[in-house]
């Protein structure tokens, strides 16, 4: 069959050549073009100089259009982080904490350090909250291909490419008319039999409060996912233009924690109740219908009638999980238009207009009063006469109306979960002319314009301004009024009854609950001129002819955020602080050049041999970088090929590092490092002797020995923000490979590379958890300075923070081997004729080091987070991490494929004094067992233009790897940004081409 046919000559060609242009993830290297296409138009990435193949000296990974169809993906940041040198940072697995967008951080070394690009030209930022590219903008229906390069590529591309480059290579010179559709859901069974006992646990605790602790169905079908795209394309007459015009719309349902069982419960340490083999359920002390304390003398919750009873958090705390979405709903509009017109045989003109319309609900737990309430007049007719005598309120202090300490921590349940809606709409337009100057010189001048606007609301959130105020009631005629009211503050005020159960009214929560909102907007300005040329000189050794790019650009990055005052003063009592409007700009101005030399072509010494150079020199408003790039590569015969490079990258602080306003955040700590937990009233050697004193970061014995330090959903106050006199950090990045392409078993190639990035002043903040250590463990003044505890003693409490601002900290290390192979044969030739053929792809990255280095000094400021995950380290970073496909393409015009994506072992980080992580102790979590997924799918070539697709992706419905430690890096008790969290993945496709 025709289709079939030239399908397997492209095979062969590709893989004879260096890499399977059908295969999952092949390494880039010496391919041969198709006839049909015009070989000055081949470019790598990681090079501005038209190539006559895709022979480089730093890898390059690539994955295909097709493998998008195949793994049945909707969202292409989905397959990108499935690559072991890609990790995933925000996509729609992300919560608490989104941005609604979607980024990947290469070699785990940060979203802001991975340049992403379309068709070799830069993203803007994604979000004013958020310094990465969106690819959420991305129309999966027109990626040819994608060519990840790891490592720096400043020198080609300018900064933030320090970890590397995705770029997104989009189809072109379409003709015809194209409709895919697919439909998908997840199915699961909640059967999780693995550590802890966690169905047990939950089982238990539904015994004493059945509303928060409820098991899910044994099996559920839920996530809904639903896409249709359109592309036609038009040609001239004569062939000398193009038009592409694509939309499409993509939509996904929610999925809830509540709907598997490892996540019905948020997990908190074993205890003694839960026995030393099972998880318990922890959670929140904002629990409901509430926790009312003075943090010395009482707490209590609310008992029958209007009463207290003894609080005990064991019992008490609210299960904040089920509410939370593992999958946030989204839907997506795109639209836009590819062009490109030959005026003459001297010029080209070329536009791409794209527009994508996202919007994505992140819901949490519901709000309340987080402590937000500190005391309370003896004289509200709200109180009881037992709820009164319970916080010590005499006769007299009634009579009086003084008021007494009481901490008020209770969730908002009856207004539901806090829900952030997000939404961003984005323009991008590339207009530019190309050309010939003459022979073997040409030229290429473009401006690009980017902006992204966000409208943010966030819901069902409590004002702290009239919860105080809805809390300070006073009996007027024998009808509890608010005070504000009565002085005509705010003569809205409603009363919030939450002494008696029942009691919240919906007055109460419509003046209560206020939105939220936020606008802002990022943008982007680049011109750029280059031209690439044949000197016409070669060396005595070589065939081939020196060439050159250079050129110069010009580039302007602005944001700007207005939040509206509720955002701005805090008031928001779920957010954990203010967020402020920021404005500002960068520009810079450009000049680069490339150079390649060959050195040598058909010589008894070697098969072929270059070297490659670049050079970029960037001026900002207030400082001048130079970034530069050599390489060579050496094939003593056809069949194996040496090479390495060099490179010297610098980014630049951006916009939001430079300018973002100073407010509270959230970080993650399983525990207050001062807090006793032995409660013995005597200091021993479970807390630092530096915790207790009479200084800001220091508290008495007995509010160490209160309980009351540690916050019960594991999440402090930090201190944030920008900072304007931040330098550019410089990596140094170092890679060797080898690439073998054996002739005697055609079809068969594999390539070796070790990678070595050294990323120096490094913008970041030392960390809150290493401010601890640095104070607590080390003795260093500065870092005991940053913590500020409140007058309770607390850092999770009203004032209590620690200081974290953007910094150029010492550094970033990491590295490791990449392994990439390809083979594919014909049955025909093991014996099965008339079989079809086979196609095998591997890529797979061994992580040898993955160094942090605060810049502080110490044994404790530099750590290695290979192998480890949590606290200090974040999401998993297993030592090896593959992904195998084997593709069955029968001679029936049905391919198969099975895939095999493999994550290895991990361990809790627990940071020593001496630098050491692996001090987890005895806890059930310490480990996380490797992980294996398989996924499996069919196409099926129904006529020459339709074509039919199916799978299932993690086949056998893995359970993910639990901690009580994964606080917001990752979300329902795992990292389902690494994990498959939630089941089985079923999808359903068709492609017609009309």
């Keep these: 069959m025709r289709t079939q046919k030239i399908r397997n000559r492209l095979l062969s060609t590709t893989m004879i050549g260096g890499f399977a242009a059908l295969a999952f993830a092949a390494p880039a290297m010496a391919q041969d073009a198709p006839a049909s296409q015009d070989l000055d138009d081949v470019i790598v990435t990681g090079s501005r100089i038209p190539q006559t193949n895709l022979v480089t000296t730093s890898p390059v990974t690539q994955v295909t259009g097709e493998d998008i169809d195949v793994a049945g993906v909707t969202r292409v940041e989905d397959l990108i982080s499935q690559l072991p040198q890609a990790f995933a940072a925000q996509n729609s697995t992300v919560a608490n904490g989104a941005s609604g967008t979607a980024t990947v951080s290469l070699r785990n070394l940060g979203s802001s350090r991975t340049l992403v690009l379309i068709d070799g030209r830069r993203m803007g930022y994604g979000s004013p909250n958020d310094d990465a590219a969106d690819l959420n903008q991305i129309p999966e229906q027109l990626v040819e291909r994608v060519e990840v390069l790891t490592g720096g590529a400043s020198a080609v591309y300018g900064s933030d490419a320090v970890a590397g480059v995705v770029n997104f290579i989009m189809k072109k010179d379409f003709e015809g008319l194209q409709v895919d559709a697919q439909y998908g859901f997840y199915q699961h069974n909640n059967d999780y039999d693995g550590v802890g006992n966690l169905r047990a646990e939950i089982a238990r605790r539904a015994t004493t409060n059945a509303a928060q602790f409820v098991l899910p169905d044994d099996n559920v079908s839920d996530g809904e996912s639903r896409s249709l795209n359109v592309t036609l394309g038009v040609s001239s007459p004569d062939g000398r233009g193009n038009v592409m015009a694509y939309a499409g719309y993509r939509n996904n349902n929610p999925i809830l924690q509540a709907d598997r069982d490892y996540s019905a419960c948020s997990l908190g340490a074993p205890n003694a109740g839960s026995g030393p083999t099972t998880y318990s359920c922890g959670g929140s002390g904002t629990s409901f219908p509430g926790q009312f304390t003075d943090f010395s003398t009482f707490a209590y919750t609310i008992g029958t009638g209007r009463t207290f009873v003894p609080y005990n958090g064991n019992v008490n705390a609210y299960n904040f999980g089920p509410l ?18 030959e005026v003459n045989d001297k010029a080209e003109v070329f536009a791409q207009l794209m527009f994508s319309d996202y919007q994505s609900v992140a819901q949490i737990a519901p709000s309340g009063s987080f402590f937000s309430v500190a005391d309370i007049n003896c004289d509200s007719p709200l109180l009881s006469a037992q709820q009164r005598t319970a916080i010590g309120c005499t006769p007299a202090d009634i009579l009086a109306g003084n008021r007494r300490d009481m901490y008020v921590a209770r969730r908002n349940v009856e207004g539901g979960g806090r829900q952030d809606s997000l939404n961003y709409t984005s323009y991008r337009g590339v207009a530019g002319v190309r050309g010939e100057i003459t022979a073997g010189w040409n030229y290429d001048i473009a401006a690009q314009f980017s902006r992204v606007r966000l409208a943010r609301t966030y819901l069902n959130d409590f004002s702290v301004t009239r919860l105080t105020r809805a809390l300070d009631v006073v009996d007027v005629a024998g009808t509890p009024t608010c005070r504000s009211v009565v002085n005509g503050t705010d003569t809205t005020c409603v009363p919030y009854d939450i002494f008696v159960p029942g009691g919240v009214t919906q007055a109460a929560l419509d003046y209560l609950q206020i939105p939220l909102m936020q606008t802002g907007e990022t943008t982007q ?38 939040t509206d005052a509720a955002f701005q003063t805090g008031d928001g009592a779920g957010q954990g602080g203010p967020t402020i409007g920021i404005s500002g700009d960068a520009d810079v101005a450009e000049v680069f050049g490339e150079i390649q030399i060959p050195l040598a072509d058909d010589q008894p010494w070697a098969y072929s041999a270059s070297i490659d150079a670049a050079y970029r020199r960037s001026e900002y408003e207030n400082v001048g970088t130079d970034t530069y790039k050599v390489g060579a590569d050496y094939a003593p015969i056809e069949d194996i090929r040496f090479r390495a490079s060099y490179s010297r990258a610098v980014r630049a602080p951006n916009v939001i590092e430079l300018f973002a306003a100073q407010g509270f955040n959230l970080f993650d700590a399983d525990n207050d490092p001062c807090d006793d937990l032995n409660d013995d009233g005597v200091l021993n050697n479970s807390i630092p002797a530096a915790c207790i004193g009479t200084g800001g970061h220091q508290v008495t014995l007995a509010q160490s020995d209160s309980g009351a330090l540690n916050s019960p959903a594991g999440q402090y106050n930090f201190l944030g923000g920008g900072n304007p006199n931040l330098n550019p950090e410089e990596a140094d990045t170092y890679t060797y490979g080898v690439v073998w392409t054996p002739s005697f078993v055609p079809g068969f190639n594999i390539s070796i590379d070790y990678f070595d990035i050294q990323v120096d002043g490094l913008i970041s903040t030392v960390g809150a958890l290493n401010t601890f250590d640095l104070c607590y463990a080390q003795g260093d003044a500065a870092a005991c300075g940053r913590i500020n505890r409140n007058a309770g003693g607390q850092l999770w409490v009203g004032s209590g923070f620690v200081e974290d601002l953007n910094n150029n900290i010492g550094g970033l290390a990491t590295s490791g081997i990449d392994v990439n192979s390809n083979y594919a044969f014909d049955l025909e030739d093991m014996g099965m004729a008339n079989m079809g053929s086979m196609q095998l792809s591997f890529v797979g990255t061994y992580l040898s080091e993955l160094l942090t280095d605060t810049g502080l000094g110490g044994p404790a400021s530099v750590y290695d987070c290979t192998g480890f995950y949590a606290n200090q380290c974040g999401v998993p970073n297993p030592e090896w991490r593959h992904r195998a496909r084997a593709t069955w393409l029968t001679p029936w015009d049905v391919d198969i494929s099975a895939t095999w994506r493999h994550y290895g072992e991990a361990e809790i980080a627990v940071l020593a004094a001496d630098g050491s992580l692996n001090n987890g102790g005895a806890r059930l979590d310490r480990y996380f067992d490797a992980e294996n997924y398989l996924d499996l799918a069919a196409t099926w ?21 639990l901690s009580y430690s994964v606080g917001t890096t990752g979300n329902g008790n795992t990292y389902p940004q690494l994990y498959d969290a939630l089941g089985r993945y079923f999808f359903f496709g068709v492609t017609a081409n009309f």
């Design 525 to 562: 300005q680049v011109v750029t001129a280059a031209i690439t040329g044949d000197t016409g000189w070669s060396v005595p050794t070589a065939s081939r002819t020196v060439q050159v790019a250079f050129g110069a650009e010009y580039r302007r990055d602005g944001l700007a955020s207005e």
């Design 941 to 961: 070539g129904i006529t020459d233009t339709v074509t039919l697709r199916a799978g299932v992706n993690n086949v056998l419905d893995d359970d993910p790897q």
């Design 324 to 341: 939370n979405y593992y999958q946030r709903p989204d839907e997506r509009y795109t639209l836009g238009a590819f062009g490109r017109y």
